[in-house]
Nanobody, 124 residues
Framework: QGQLVESGGGLVQAGGSLRLSCAASGRTFRGYAMGWFRQAPGKEREFVAAINWSGGSTYYATSVKGRFTIARDNAKKMVYLQMLSLKPEDTAVYYC?????????????????WGQGIQVTVSS
């Protein structure tokens, strides 16, 4: 059984930066694509970014493109989300997810494993 655990969230002022980490354990997750999603209060969960197994393909939501960068270290079984120029509208619970089909997809239904989520709050 696989497990994903997020870390690195917190409170930051607008314009600041944070780096989220996602640690995979319990299985290899070899060949899996990884993604980040977020859910703000009263809103549906939305796609943020995805990366394939090799790291050679990435995909971003329009709202974060140019500000956020997804990366992975397969040897350490880690996935990262570097967030720059944060805005109050980036405030949400952020989730790490893994999909076996290794596609950089924005569809949450195609992800097989999910972390428990971590809060990111951006103050104005």
């Amino acid at each position: 059984q696989g497990q994903l655990v997020e870390s690195g969230g917190g409170l930051v002022q607008a314009g600041g930066s944070l780096r989220l980490s996602c640690a995979a354990s319990g299985r290899t997750f070899r060949g899996y694509a990884m993604g980040w999603f977020r859910q703000a209060p009263g809103k549906e969960r939305e796609f943020v970014a995805a990366i394939n197994w090799s790291g050679g393909s990435t995909y971003y939501a329009t709202s974060v493109k140019g500000r956020f960068t997804i990366a992975r270290d397969n040897a350490k079984k880690m996935v990262y989300l570097q967030m720059l120029s944060l805005k109050p509208e980036d405030t949400a619970v952020y989730y790490c997810a893994a999909t076996y089909d290794n596609s950089v997809t924005s569809s949450s239904g195609r992800y097989d494993y999910w972390g428990q989520g971590i809060q990111v709050t951006v103050s104005s």
